[in-house]
Protein backbone atom coordinates (compact mmCIF):
# COMPACT_ATOMS: atom_id res chain seq x y z
CA UNK A 1 0.00 0.00 0.00
CA UNK A 2 1.04 3.32 -1.01
CA UNK A 3 2.21 6.24 1.60
CA UNK A 4 -0.25 8.95 1.70
CA UNK A 5 0.94 11.95 0.51
CA UNK A 6 0.12 15.30 2.41
CA UNK A 7 -2.36 16.84 -0.30
CA UNK A 8 -4.27 13.40 0.69
CA UNK A 9 -3.81 13.74 4.53
CA UNK A 10 -5.30 17.90 4.30
CA UNK A 11 -7.74 16.79 2.04
CA UNK A 12 -9.13 14.13 4.10
CA UNK A 13 -8.92 16.33 7.39
CA UNK A 14 -11.45 19.04 5.64
CA UNK A 15 -13.80 16.38 4.41
CA UNK A 16 -13.64 14.71 7.58
CA UNK A 17 -14.10 18.61 9.24
CA UNK A 18 -17.08 19.39 6.94
CA UNK A 19 -18.99 16.03 7.52
CA UNK A 20 -18.61 16.47 11.22
CA UNK A 21 -20.28 20.49 11.05
CA UNK A 22 -22.87 18.89 8.41
CA UNK A 23 -24.05 15.91 10.17
CA UNK A 24 -28.19 15.06 10.18
CA UNK A 25 -30.05 14.86 13.60
CA UNK A 26 -30.17 11.01 13.43
CA UNK A 27 -26.11 10.72 13.41
CA UNK A 28 -24.58 9.40 16.44
CA UNK A 29 -20.80 10.82 18.00
CA UNK A 30 -19.70 7.82 19.97
CA UNK A 31 -18.04 10.00 22.75
CA UNK A 32 -20.93 12.57 22.90
CA UNK A 33 -24.45 11.23 21.40
CA UNK A 34 -26.29 12.26 19.07
CA UNK A 35 -24.90 15.25 17.21
CA UNK A 36 -26.91 18.33 16.49
CA UNK A 37 -27.70 19.49 12.88
CA UNK A 38 -26.39 23.15 12.71
CA UNK A 39 -28.55 25.25 9.93
CA UNK A 40 -26.37 27.68 7.59
CA UNK A 41 -28.36 30.89 7.77
CA UNK A 42 -29.65 32.01 4.59
CA UNK A 43 -28.96 35.17 5.85
CA UNK A 44 -24.99 34.57 4.31
CA UNK A 45 -25.55 35.22 1.21
CA UNK A 46 -24.65 39.09 2.24
CA UNK A 47 -21.84 38.19 3.73
CA UNK A 48 -18.64 39.50 2.70
CA UNK A 49 -14.61 39.12 3.31
CA UNK A 50 -14.07 42.35 5.95
CA UNK A 51 -17.33 42.09 7.12
CA UNK A 52 -17.46 42.76 11.67
CA UNK A 53 -19.71 40.00 13.41
CA UNK A 54 -19.87 41.35 17.22
CA UNK A 55 -19.48 37.98 18.74
CA UNK A 56 -16.52 38.29 21.77
CA UNK A 57 -14.95 35.01 21.71
CA UNK A 58 -12.98 32.55 19.37
CA UNK A 59 -12.02 28.83 19.63
CA UNK A 60 -8.39 28.20 19.75
CA UNK A 61 -5.92 25.53 20.03
CA UNK A 62 -3.55 25.92 22.84
CA UNK A 63 0.01 24.30 23.52
CA UNK A 64 -1.25 21.39 24.36
CA UNK A 65 -3.80 20.69 22.14
CA UNK A 66 -6.75 21.53 23.96
CA UNK A 67 -9.38 23.96 22.87
CA UNK A 68 -9.62 27.82 24.70
CA UNK A 69 -11.82 30.53 23.92
CA UNK A 70 -9.66 33.40 22.64
CA UNK A 71 -11.48 37.02 23.45
CA UNK A 72 -12.70 38.97 21.23
CA UNK A 73 -13.96 42.30 22.52
CA UNK A 74 -14.11 44.42 19.59
CA UNK A 75 -15.53 41.82 17.55
CA UNK A 76 -14.17 39.41 14.70
CA UNK A 77 -13.72 39.91 11.00
CA UNK A 78 -14.15 37.38 7.63
CA UNK A 79 -11.06 36.60 6.44
CA UNK A 80 -12.81 34.12 3.86
CA UNK A 81 -13.24 35.19 0.72
CA UNK A 82 -16.26 36.67 -0.33
CA UNK A 83 -17.43 33.73 -2.60
CA UNK A 84 -17.24 31.49 0.39
CA UNK A 85 -18.39 33.57 2.89
CA UNK A 86 -21.61 34.14 1.06
CA UNK A 87 -21.92 30.49 -0.29
CA UNK A 88 -25.07 28.80 2.05
CA UNK A 89 -23.41 25.22 0.41
CA UNK A 90 -20.29 26.01 2.70
CA UNK A 91 -20.77 25.61 6.37
CA UNK A 92 -17.47 26.75 7.13
CA UNK A 93 -15.81 30.16 7.74
CA UNK A 94 -12.28 32.06 9.02
CA UNK A 95 -12.36 34.56 11.50
CA UNK A 96 -9.92 36.75 13.02
CA UNK A 97 -10.69 38.95 15.95
CA UNK A 98 -10.64 42.71 15.60
CA UNK A 99 -7.54 44.52 17.28
CA UNK A 100 -6.86 48.42 18.08
CA UNK A 101 -3.69 49.59 17.34
CA UNK A 102 -2.06 52.93 18.85
CA UNK A 103 -0.89 55.82 16.51
CA UNK A 104 2.13 55.31 15.10
CA UNK A 105 1.29 51.16 14.49
CA UNK A 106 -1.74 51.64 13.06
CA UNK A 107 -0.08 53.86 10.37
CA UNK A 108 2.42 51.86 9.24
CA UNK A 109 -0.37 48.88 9.07
CA UNK A 110 -2.49 51.50 7.07
CA UNK A 111 0.92 51.56 4.94
CA UNK A 112 1.22 47.71 4.60
CA UNK A 113 4.44 47.53 6.78
CA UNK A 114 2.75 45.29 9.43
CA UNK A 115 1.36 42.03 7.49
CA UNK A 116 0.26 40.77 10.41
CA UNK A 117 -2.96 43.30 10.11
CA UNK A 118 -5.30 43.85 7.71
CA UNK A 119 -6.99 46.92 7.89
CA UNK A 120 -10.89 47.71 8.39
CA UNK A 121 -11.32 51.38 7.46
CA UNK A 122 -14.80 51.36 7.35
CA UNK A 123 -15.24 51.34 11.30
CA UNK A 124 -12.33 53.42 12.23
CA UNK A 125 -8.63 54.20 11.34
CA UNK A 126 -7.38 51.90 14.12
CA UNK A 127 -8.98 48.67 14.05
CA UNK A 128 -7.89 45.76 12.22
CA UNK A 129 -7.90 42.24 11.81
CA UNK A 130 -5.53 40.05 13.63
CA UNK A 131 -4.07 37.84 11.27
CA UNK A 132 -1.82 36.33 13.37
CA UNK A 133 -5.09 34.38 15.16
CA UNK A 134 -7.48 33.02 12.58
CA UNK A 135 -10.07 30.04 13.97
CA UNK A 136 -12.34 28.59 11.48
CA UNK A 137 -16.13 28.18 12.89
CA UNK A 138 -19.56 27.59 11.90
CA UNK A 139 -21.92 29.79 9.96
CA UNK A 140 -24.11 29.32 12.36
CA UNK A 141 -22.27 30.90 15.46
CA UNK A 142 -22.55 34.21 13.20
CA UNK A 143 -26.46 33.72 12.44
CA UNK A 144 -27.43 35.94 15.79
CA UNK A 145 -24.36 38.50 15.86
CA UNK A 146 -24.78 42.15 14.57
CA UNK A 147 -22.89 42.60 11.12
CA UNK A 148 -20.77 45.62 10.01
CA UNK A 149 -18.89 46.32 7.03
CA UNK A 150 -15.29 46.60 7.84
CA UNK A 151 -14.24 47.60 3.84
CA UNK A 152 -16.71 49.54 2.12
CA UNK A 153 -15.29 51.07 -1.01
CA UNK A 154 -13.31 49.15 -3.86
CA UNK A 155 -10.04 50.51 -2.77
CA UNK A 156 -10.32 49.34 0.83
CA UNK A 157 -11.81 46.01 -0.30
CA UNK A 158 -8.76 45.24 -2.84
CA UNK A 159 -6.59 46.64 0.43
CA UNK A 160 -7.95 43.87 2.71
CA UNK A 161 -7.79 41.53 0.55
CA UNK A 162 -4.46 42.13 -0.80
CA UNK A 163 -3.63 42.03 2.77
CA UNK A 164 -4.92 38.61 3.76
CA UNK A 165 -2.86 37.25 0.34
CA UNK A 166 0.04 38.42 1.20
CA UNK A 167 0.44 37.26 4.99
CA UNK A 168 -0.99 33.61 3.43
CA UNK A 169 1.40 34.17 -0.15
CA UNK A 170 4.76 35.29 0.94
CA UNK A 171 7.73 33.75 -0.38
CA UNK A 172 10.15 31.52 1.75
CA UNK A 173 13.19 31.91 0.62
CA UNK A 174 16.53 29.19 1.16
CA UNK A 175 18.27 30.00 4.16
CA UNK A 176 21.71 30.84 3.44
CA UNK A 177 19.15 34.00 0.87
CA UNK A 178 17.39 34.82 4.29
CA UNK A 179 20.98 35.28 6.02
CA UNK A 180 22.52 37.33 3.37
CA UNK A 181 19.90 39.51 3.06
CA UNK A 182 20.09 40.16 6.41
CA UNK A 183 21.79 43.02 6.48
CA UNK A 184 19.34 44.73 4.23
CA UNK A 185 16.68 43.71 6.85
CA UNK A 186 18.48 45.22 9.53
CA UNK A 187 18.47 48.27 8.00
CA UNK A 188 15.14 48.90 6.86
CA UNK A 189 13.66 47.59 10.16
CA UNK A 190 15.99 50.72 12.26
CA UNK A 191 14.86 53.29 9.80
CA UNK A 192 11.33 52.90 8.00
CA UNK A 193 9.54 53.45 11.05
CA UNK A 194 11.46 57.00 11.50
CA UNK A 195 10.51 59.03 8.45
CA UNK A 196 12.19 61.97 10.12
CA UNK A 197 15.50 60.41 9.28
CA UNK A 198 17.08 60.72 6.02
CA UNK A 199 16.95 57.04 5.21
CA UNK A 200 13.33 56.82 6.71
CA UNK A 201 12.28 59.55 4.24
CA UNK A 202 14.26 58.01 0.92
CA UNK A 203 12.64 54.51 2.43
CA UNK A 204 8.75 56.10 1.65
CA UNK A 205 9.73 56.53 -1.78
CA UNK A 206 10.95 52.85 -2.32
CA UNK A 207 7.46 50.95 -3.47
CA UNK A 208 8.91 47.69 -3.14
CA UNK A 209 12.01 44.73 -3.22
CA UNK A 210 11.80 42.18 -5.47
CA UNK A 211 14.82 39.28 -5.36
CA UNK A 212 15.36 37.73 -8.88
CA UNK A 213 17.35 34.55 -9.34
CA UNK A 214 19.23 34.29 -12.98
CA UNK A 215 19.06 30.26 -13.28
CA UNK A 216 15.81 29.90 -10.76
CA UNK A 217 16.20 28.34 -7.02
CA UNK A 218 16.82 24.85 -7.61
CA UNK A 219 19.99 25.43 -9.10
CA UNK A 220 23.01 26.95 -7.26
CA UNK A 221 24.99 28.88 -6.90
CA UNK A 222 22.36 31.80 -7.26
CA UNK A 223 22.92 34.75 -9.26
CA UNK A 224 20.49 37.47 -7.32
CA UNK A 225 19.07 40.36 -8.66
CA UNK A 226 18.04 43.09 -5.63
CA UNK A 227 15.23 44.82 -7.92
CA UNK A 228 14.58 48.39 -5.58
CA UNK A 229 10.92 49.44 -7.33
CA UNK A 230 10.49 52.90 -6.92
CA UNK A 231 7.26 55.14 -6.62
CA UNK A 232 6.28 56.58 -9.82
CA UNK A 233 7.89 59.70 -10.71
CA UNK A 234 11.29 58.88 -7.83
CA UNK A 235 13.13 58.13 -10.26
CA UNK A 236 14.89 61.32 -12.53
CA UNK A 237 15.24 60.61 -15.93
CA UNK A 238 17.69 62.04 -19.09
CA UNK A 239 16.72 63.41 -22.01
CA UNK A 240 13.52 64.77 -23.41
CA UNK A 241 12.11 61.60 -23.75
CA UNK A 242 13.87 59.98 -20.77
CA UNK A 243 15.98 57.90 -22.48
CA UNK A 244 19.64 59.25 -22.47
CA UNK A 245 21.05 58.24 -18.72
CA UNK A 246 22.56 61.23 -17.34
CA UNK A 247 27.02 61.57 -16.86
CA UNK A 248 28.08 60.61 -13.51
CA UNK A 249 28.72 63.82 -11.77
CA UNK A 250 32.79 63.62 -11.39
CA UNK A 251 34.16 62.51 -7.94
CA UNK A 252 30.58 61.43 -6.30
CA UNK A 253 31.12 57.48 -6.38
CA UNK A 254 34.33 58.44 -4.15
CA UNK A 255 32.07 61.02 -1.77
CA UNK A 256 30.05 58.28 -0.76
CA UNK A 257 32.59 55.67 -0.04
CA UNK A 258 33.98 55.14 3.49
CA UNK A 259 38.06 55.01 4.23
CA UNK A 260 37.13 51.03 3.22
CA UNK A 261 35.38 52.02 0.09
CA UNK A 262 32.06 50.65 1.39
CA UNK A 263 29.43 52.76 -0.04
CA UNK A 264 27.26 54.60 2.62
CA UNK A 265 23.34 54.26 2.55
CA UNK A 266 22.63 56.71 5.71
CA UNK A 267 25.16 59.49 3.64
CA UNK A 268 23.16 58.91 0.63
CA UNK A 269 20.34 59.30 1.71
CA UNK A 270 21.18 62.50 3.22
CA UNK A 271 22.36 63.88 -0.05
CA UNK A 272 19.01 62.49 -1.18
CA UNK A 273 16.99 64.22 0.64
CA UNK A 274 18.57 68.04 -0.01
CA UNK A 275 16.53 70.27 -1.57
CA UNK A 276 19.80 71.39 -4.15
CA UNK A 277 19.64 67.94 -5.75
CA UNK A 278 19.93 68.41 -8.83
CA UNK A 279 17.93 65.62 -11.22
CA UNK A 280 21.35 64.10 -12.52
CA UNK A 281 22.80 64.12 -8.66
CA UNK A 282 18.75 62.14 -7.79
CA UNK A 283 19.82 59.83 -10.25
CA UNK A 284 23.20 58.71 -9.74
CA UNK A 285 22.35 58.82 -5.75
CA UNK A 286 19.22 56.07 -6.07
CA UNK A 287 21.55 53.81 -8.11
CA UNK A 288 24.46 53.89 -5.68
CA UNK A 289 21.75 53.50 -2.52
CA UNK A 290 20.71 50.04 -4.63
CA UNK A 291 24.31 49.38 -5.16
CA UNK A 292 25.04 49.72 -1.49
CA UNK A 293 22.28 47.62 -0.59
CA UNK A 294 23.31 44.94 -2.69
CA UNK A 295 26.68 45.09 -1.84
CA UNK A 296 26.33 44.78 1.96
CA UNK A 297 24.38 41.55 1.32
CA UNK A 298 26.84 39.91 -1.16
CA UNK A 299 29.75 40.92 1.76
CA UNK A 300 27.56 39.34 3.91
CA UNK A 301 27.47 35.95 1.62
CA UNK A 302 31.02 35.88 1.68
CA UNK A 303 31.71 36.69 5.63
CA UNK A 304 29.51 33.17 6.19
CA UNK A 305 30.85 31.51 4.07
CA UNK A 306 27.72 30.87 1.43
CA UNK A 307 29.21 31.84 -1.21
CA UNK A 308 28.81 28.49 -2.47
CA UNK A 309 24.74 28.94 -2.56
CA UNK A 310 25.04 32.82 -2.78
CA UNK A 311 27.51 33.50 -5.82
CA UNK A 312 26.88 37.43 -6.60
CA UNK A 313 23.96 39.80 -5.71
CA UNK A 314 23.68 43.07 -8.54
CA UNK A 315 21.38 45.82 -8.43
CA UNK A 316 18.40 47.34 -10.64
CA UNK A 317 16.35 50.33 -10.18
CA UNK A 318 13.00 50.59 -11.81
CA UNK A 319 9.82 52.30 -10.95
CA UNK A 320 6.63 50.94 -10.07
CA UNK A 321 4.93 51.76 -13.41
CA UNK A 322 7.72 50.64 -15.41
CA UNK A 323 8.33 46.75 -13.36
CA UNK A 324 6.28 44.69 -16.18
CA UNK A 325 4.49 41.69 -14.90
CA UNK A 326 6.33 39.62 -16.46
CA UNK A 327 9.07 40.66 -13.96
CA UNK A 328 6.57 40.26 -11.18
CA UNK A 329 6.49 36.77 -12.68
CA UNK A 330 9.98 35.88 -12.51
CA UNK A 331 10.82 37.39 -9.32
CA UNK A 332 10.05 37.18 -5.48
CA UNK A 333 8.79 40.05 -3.09
CA UNK A 334 11.17 40.72 -0.44
CA UNK A 335 8.10 41.03 2.21
CA UNK A 336 9.65 42.71 5.08
CA UNK A 337 7.43 43.71 7.90
CA UNK A 338 8.82 47.47 7.46
CA UNK A 339 8.43 47.29 3.63
CA UNK A 340 6.48 45.58 1.43
CA UNK A 341 4.65 44.94 -1.71
CA UNK A 342 2.33 47.91 -2.02
CA UNK A 343 -1.66 47.58 -1.76
CA UNK A 344 -4.36 49.35 -4.11
CA UNK A 345 -4.72 53.08 -3.87
CA UNK A 346 -7.03 55.29 -4.38
CA UNK A 347 -6.39 58.16 -6.99
CA UNK A 348 -5.58 60.57 -4.36
CA UNK A 349 -2.64 58.20 -3.14
CA UNK A 350 -0.90 58.27 -5.97
Not at 70 to 94: E, F, K, M, N, W
Not at 128 to 148: G, Y
Not at 291 to 304: D, G, S, V
Request: with cysteine.
Amino acid sequence: MSAETPEHTVSRFWTRLRGYFSRGQGETNARSGPAKAFDVPLGCVEWRQGDVFAIDSLTVVDGGGRPVEHRCDLGVAVVSQSCDASQPSRPLIQLAPVTRLETTSAREARDGKRPRYAHLAAVGPDLFADLDVIATAHKARLASANRTAGVSDDVAVRRFSGAVARRFGRYAFPDPVVACLQPLRDALASKAPKPATPLGSVLGMVSALRIEVADGWTNTPHDLTLIVVLEPGALPTGGPDGDDLPDLPPGLEEQLRDSSSKLQPSLIAQRLTKADATPDFRYWLWQFLAQAWAEQCEAEAARHNLRETVRSVRHELVTADEFSLSRVNRSEALDLDYLSEPLPRSAGDA
